[in-house]
């Protein structure tokens, strides 16, 4: 059984890691298009292909990062889902209500 309170600390992690990502990609991302090195022009064609291989090899990274996180939300998901059937096949939402009113007297 999950522990709701670590469930939500897990998800609050994976949420806070792809805000990061995505921050870290879109700066990034912008500084190397829109940065203009003229040097690149005066460069081998064995120094062009390193830097394109170099490139492509941190698109992969990124890429599988993105797959690995939209799995992970995927999965996350289906258990909300799961989780979310199982609370109103129980008619939680009832008993909360009766729940809060006994307290609600109680405290009175």
């Known amino acids: 059984m999950i522990h709701g309170n670590s469930f939500v600390q897990r998800l609050a992690c994976i949420v ?3 805000i990061i990502f995505v921050a ?7 500084d190397l298009k829109n940065q203009y090195r003229p040097d690149d022009e005066k460069k081998s064609c064995k ?3 390193a830097e394109i291989t170099s490139i492509e090899k941190a698109i992969a990274e990124k890429q599988r990062k993105i797959r ?7 999965e996350y998901r289906q258990l909300d889902t ?3 059937v199982i609370y109103a096949s129980k008619n939680c939402s009832a008993a909360a209500a ?3 009113a006994k307290v609600q007297r109680q405290g009175k």
Not at 24 to 30: F, V
């Open 16 to 18: 806070l890691a792809y």
């Open 24 to 30: 870290g990609c879109a700066g990034s991302a912008s």
């Open 47 to 49: 120094k062009l292909l």
């Open 68 to 74: 690995e996180f939209e799995e992970d939300l995927s």
């Open 82 to 84: 799961r989780l979310k």
């Open 98 to 100: 009766v729940e809060k």
